[in-house]
């Protein structure tokens, strides 16, 4: 199954664009999943092992926080499209709404000065004074900001720490046993960067933002490895069940499928970005800084997971977006001739 495309993450990966990777095509019945390369090679090179867990950044965005906010939708605990600050009073704009939040169309202007040099508390505070801009609902710009505050959001409704929340909601449910926010031991972790001033990273969130607000953080943090976001991935194949656990109703998952900006013009849904297969065919895609990428197609239920430590030793943004891009684009191509050779029996 995608010979052409293991070929490509075979070649990326001998070339050095991320030291190893751990990936799988999933379909609703099955999987074939790989593992190879290293998990580290600086100071030392060690092997790339299954078990080990990637902090897969952003795409804690849609298995943790989006999917918490989807369920308190389902339960009308929430109204989307009613002014943020309703549910989280410490916030200051009464203009954005959680829709302009989970598409993207905030326009926050979200500079915050010495962020990175701030205590937990001061970030907070910050975050709850950032402002919309000229373009709110108007236009998608990716940011962080938008998760961080709904994370901030499900504390106050739930009145947990927001991991712990991600934890009894999404990875219990979902048996993610393997995973895990704020790891104990480094040591069951794929490094990532070596950075200039916290050293190599390893067992502790990359993402700075996340790194300070710990077990507040709604936009990074989570550890995870292959087996346990397939999980995940069969969740969304299997519209919304997990095994005998419902995590999301069928009718959420339909309406992913569609453009959730406020002028239906902005190609993303709720958390997640949207993006079409050869036949036009929506899909659900969603990348992790480090490295990592899930695409999912509820329609025909098969998914693409991709985890990568690319950022280890030194991160190589720009060259690794454009080769993951080229990946994509042969994996869609693929997808396209195996759906049409399926069709033909």
Known sequence: MYKETRKKIKEFMNDGVFPGVSFSFMTEAKSDDYTWGNAQILPTVESMDVSLLFDVASLTKVICTTTVVLQLMETNRIDIDMSFKKYYPAFEDEKITI??????????????????????????????????????????????????????????????????????????????????????????????????????????????KAFILAEHA??????????????????????????????????????????????????????????????????????????????IDPVNKEGFVFLSNRVHPIDKRAEYIEKRDQLIAIYLNEKITNIDESLSF
């Open 99 to 208: 829709r302009h939040l989970l598409t993207h169309t905030s326009d926050i202007q979200s500079y915050i000065k010495n962020r990175d040099t701030l205590t937990k508390e001061e970030l907070r505070k910050a975050y709850s004074q950032v402002k919309s801009g000229e373009n709110l609902g108007k236009q998608v710009a990716y940011t962080d900001t938008g998760t961080i505050l709904l994370g901030f959001m499900l504390e106050e409704l739930l009145g947990k720490d927001v991991i712990e929340i991600f934890k009894e909601r999404v990875l219990q449910p979902l048996d993610m046993s393997d995973s895990l926010f704020l790891p104990a031991d480094p040591f069951q972790t794929v490094p990532t960067e070596i950075h200039p001033l916290r050293g190599l990273i390893r067992g502790q969130t990359h993402d700075p």
């Open 218 to 295: 709604g936009n990074a943090g989570l550890f995870t490895n292959l087996k346990d976001i397939k999980k995940f991935v069969t969740m969304y194949l299997n519209e919304g069940m997990y095994k005998t656990n419902r995590v999301l109703e069928k009718m959420t998952i339909q309406s992913l499928l569609l453009d959730q900006t406020p002028n239906r013009k902005g190609h993303r849904s709720l958390g997640w970005d949207l993006k079409s297969d050869l036949a036009g065919n929506p899909l659900l895609f969603h990348t992790g800084y480090t490295g990592t990428f899930l695409l």
